[in-house]
Structures are given as C-alpha cells and as structure tokens.
C-alpha cells in the first residue's frame, strides 16, 4: 500500500479503538503522522467521508443496535453517541435511518447501519495470494432447519469485490441490523436453481426462520430454502493482513477434502454459505452434503 493509504488506515484503527472517547483532529493528525489539514483532507478523500461524519455514523449505528437489543435507555444511547440531548440525538438518528430512535427500540425494522471496511481491505483482496505454511482447518457437521433468506442480488457477481462493485457496499449494514438464525448476515453462492435469469451467483443476506415476518426492504429478494446438513470448515484465527491467506487456506482444504470418508458426498444443489471474515474466530465456510 501506498504511504497514505497506511496512514489512513492508522486513522481508522485509531477511531475503532478510542470510539468511546473524544477524537479530535489533533489525535488523528498523530495517528496518520501528517499535519492535521491533509489528514482530514486524506482521510475524506479517501473513505468519502469527513473524519467527524465517519466517527457520528459509527456511533450511531453502534447505539441503533443497543436499542434493538434492549441494551440502552433512550437517553443512554444519545449520551453514549456523543449528544449533548436526547433531542440533538433523535434528529441525527431519523436523519441518518429514516425512523425515530423510541420507535426503533419498540418495533426495530431493517435499517442501513453503517459498516465500513478497512482501506487496505480492497488492496488485499486484489492480491493473488498464496498459502505458505500448512494451516489447521476444524471441520465439524451442522444441520440447518428450512427456512428463508432475505437477499440482495447483483447481476453478474461471483464474489465479493465485484458484488461491492455491482451492488455497493452498505447492504451488509442493513442485514446486520436485522436477526439472524445464525446471529449474523451470510455470504451465499447460489446454485442454478435459486438464480433467476441475468442475477448473480454471489448475493449478500439474513437466514430467518421459515414462519419469520420481517419486511423486505425495497430491492431485496426472498427465497426458501430446504433442511440441509452442511460440513463447516474453520481456519486459524489471523490477522487482517493475512485475509486472504486464510480465506485461500480454508477452500483449498474443502476441495480437497473428501466427504464419503464420512459417508456423505457433496450436495450441490445447496447454497455455498460464507460467513463474515473474522481474525478473531478465523475464515468460516460451509458447503451442502448428503448420505451416500
């Protein structure tokens, strides 16, 4: 990466870290090691976004997920964003997602929270990257109830640097504000069967139960999907640098792994399910199997 963007990078981990504390143009000037002026004037052109409007979207996403969750008071989660009054609160919340925070906490439905990624993310991901050294790959079975997804689809995407580039990248932010069976929003391959003609194979969405009466917001799709038993393979944790090296470690293992050893074979009229990319729990992928 280029010496800028390192250091916008080193802005980014400065806010995620002292998010709860008062960030000024002075700290992100040292964090970056420019003057404050073209740190602020790096950092927008760069993200998009002002270093204050970066940090008030993240502290509201973060309070809008509180109050679904039960976790903040109305006037905690103003206080803990940063607002001097619930009122200063209220206005920036209905501005940023288009509803009141009270009537969010009693009846959330799905909102955009905002979810950024890392500068360097998309300079790795275009990295051909190779595995090095052997890696330890956990594989244990899980059996998923039928149920629905709520999905996004592009039009030709087969992962996710050009589902970003076709679709954008905040839908993540709206599924994570919506419940998951699994607890979080996934990654999908779809096979033939569950693409209509001119979609794409990779789409982003939420598993729900089969009963579930969520909206779908504008733009997004619905399909069933049948009881399955899927084999989940999980890498080593890592760090984000080495993002690709994990991911590349995990697939490698699944295609070479053979399932009769257990007397299953592959099931691919099932989706190819991924999993968010976590260094903390390492790369996480599932792939469809059946009883031979």
């Not at 002026?37 to 509201?60: E, I, N």
């Not at 194979?201 to 038993?229: H, K, M, R």
């Not at 295609?255 to 691919?268: F, K």
Request: charge should be negative.
């Amino acid at each position: 990466m280029t010496d800028q963007l390192c250091a916008v990078q080193r802005m980014q981990d400065y806010i995620n870290q002292h998010l709860d504390e008062v960030i000024t143009p002075a700290d992100l000037s040292r964090a970056s090691c420019y003057s404050p002026f073209y740190a602020m004037r790096l950092f927008k052109d760069t993200v998009g976004l002002s270093p204050a409007t970066y940090v008030r979207r993240l502290r509201l996403s973060r309070s809008a997920l509180r109050l679904k969750n039960g976790e903040s008071r109305l006037i905690d989660a103003a206080f803990e964003a940063g607002f001097d009054s619930v009122d200063g609160y209220t206005r920036a919340f209905y501005k940023t997602f288009g509803c009141l925070p009270g009537a969010y906490a009693r009846h959330p439905v799905p909102i955009s929270l905002f979810v950024p990624y890392s500068v360097k993310f998309k300079e790795m991901y275009k990295e051909k990257k190779t595995v090095k050294e052997v890696q330890s790959v956990f594989i244990q079975t899980v059996n998923k109830p039928q149920r629905r997804v709520i999905l996004r689809r592009g039009k030709q995407a087969e992962d996710y640097l050009s589902y970003c580039e076709e679709v954008g990248c905040d839908v993540w932010g709206l599924l994570t504000s919506m419940d998951s069976l699994c607890g979080e929003p996934v990654c999908l391959w779809l096979p033939q069967g569950f693409r209509p003609a001119g979609t794409s194979v990779y789409v982003q969405g939420v598993e729900v139960p089969i009963d579930d009466e969520c909206p779908i917001p504008d733009g997004f799709d619905c399909i069933t999907l049948p009881s399955a038993t899927y084999l989940m393979f999980q890498g080593e944790p890592f760090k984000e640098e080495a993002y690709c090296e994990a991911i590349t470690a995990v697939q490698m293992a699944m295609d070479r792994y053979d399932p009769s050893l257990i007397g299953y074979e592959w099931d691919d009229s099932q989706p190819r399910i991924q999993l968010e990319p976590r260094g903390d729990r390492g790369y996480i992928e599932l792939r469809a199997v059946k009883k031979r």
